[in-house]
């Protein structure tokens, strides 16, 4: 199975793991780092009893281990989507707001630009006023 592993909001891992049959350095790469036996602790020559029969308890065990990893997997995926998601849709603000702050700036220039036009025109019409 591939899926992608979030690390941090800014880096996202793809994974490769094999589902079935079970792959113990992957399991083992899931667990906790403390974790050594995943918590199964044998005796040497114990005998182990299982209830109503090994094959109904082993089927139920595989299945379980397979939609927990199947659903941890779409868990990751999806949390790694919705964070690029968040950063794009960030970066996108961020720059609509650069753009704003700019086109702002041209309009005051250009208004500026007018006023200034406006005045000049105004004191080149009062001399002329003054010169008849």
Excluded at 46 to 65: K, Q
Aim: no cysteine; aromatic share 6%; hydrophobic share 40%.
């Amino acid at each position: 199975m591939i899926y992608t592993r979030m690390e941090s909001a800014l880096k996202m891992v793809p994974m490769t793991i094999r589902l079935l049959p079970v792959d113990m350095k992957a399991v083992s790469s899931i667990l906790p780092e403390n974790l050594n036996d995943a918590g199964l602790a044998l005796t040497k020559g114990s005998v182990i009893e299982y209830s109503p029969n090994p094959g109904a308890v082993f089927d139920y065990l595989i299945d379980t281990y397979t939609n927990a990893i199947i659903y941890g997997a779409m868990v990751q995926a999806y949390e790694s989507e919705q964070s690029a998601r968040l950063t794009a849709m960030q970066n996108a603000t961020d720059n609509a707001e650069e753009m704003m702050k700019q086109l702002q700036l041209l309009s005051n220039r250009a208004r500026q630009a007018k006023i200034t036009t406006e005045l000049t025109e105004i004191v080149n019409g009062a001399e002329q006023v003054n010169n008849i």
